[in-house]
T-cell receptor, first 115, second 116 residues
Framework: DAKTTQPPSMDCAEGRAANLPCNHS???????VYWYRQIHSQGPQYIIH???NNETNEMASLIITEDRKSSTLILPHATLRDTAVYYC????????????????FGKGTHLIIQP | DTGVSQNPRHKITKRGQNVTFRCDPI?????LYWYRQTLGQGPEFLTY????????KSRLLSDRFSAERPKGSFSTLEIQRTEQGDSAMYLC??????????????FGPGTRLTVL
């Protein structure tokens, strides 16, 4: 009962922008879109989250479509250290009227940055 | 600034033995989560605590699994009568409801369990 769909793998050249797509067509009005990544042999790491507006931080940008059924994570200048599995997650928080369940990870996208 | 720590990092045990893992969250973080991750899969939620109260348990958490957070700081996860299917990476995460609204969970490095 995965709520998100992501391509299993993607390649990107070092220095270029990496654009990772995610479909979440059944997203509810109170659910946020979160992105985490997991570098090999480490725990997942939070990247960014958003509700309906585009968001940017020091790591990435998140573009959410107007109907909120899909989103794209953008790593503007990918480096070799960005090679990881990237997870797109939808979740309602306790502040948005949802439960405080744990994160529901799918299989993610394995992003490989090529030198 | 120390992050989430987990001990041991690796555990090898024989089927039928009991094992216990420990998680030390980031200081003052009131939420603590346990996840399990098998090879090639994303982490799966097991349970979480807000302070010392265990508020949610996944159906994945069979009656052989028990978790505690007695003083609202560190947590332990015990697996009784281990089975080979319990072999996985066990991840702990913490978050601070008051500052981040539980939007960012900080994960530890995990404990890798191998059941022979």
């Amino acid at each position: 009962d995965a709520k998100t769909t992501q391509p299993p793998s993607m390649d990107c050249a070092e220095g270029r922008a990496a654009n990772l797509p995610c479909n979440h067509s059944t997203i509810s009005g109170n659910e946020y879109v979160y992105w985490y990544r997991q570098i090999h042999s480490q725990g997942p790491q939070y990247i960014i989250h958003g509700l309906k507006n585009n968001e940017t931080n020091e790591m990435a940008s998140l573009i959410i479509t107007e109907d909120r059924k899909s989103s794209t994570l953008i790593l503007p200048h990918a480096t070799l250290r960005d090679t990881a599995v990237y997870y797109c997650i939808v979740r309602a928080t306790s502040y948005s009227g949802g439960g405080a369940d744990g994160l529901t990870f799918g299989k993610g996208t394995h992003l490989i940055i090529q030198p | 600034d120390t992050g989430v720590s987990q001990n041991p990092r690796h555990k090898i045990t024989k089927r039928g033995q009991n094992v216990t893992f420990r998680c030390d969250p980031i200081s003052e973080h009131n939420r603590l989560y346990w996840y399990r991750q098998t090879l090639g899969q994303g982490p799966e939620f097991l349970t979480y605590f807000q302070n010392e109260a265990q508020l949610e348990k996944s159906r994945l958490l069979s009656d052989r699994f028990s978790a505690e957070r007695p003083k609202g700081s560190f947590s332990t996860l015990e697996i009784q009568r281990t089975e080979q299917g319990d072999s996985a990476m066990y991840l702990c995460a913490s978050s601070d409801l008051s500052t981040s609204g539980d939007n960012e969970q900080f994960f530890g490095p995990g404990t890798r369990l191998t059941v022979l």
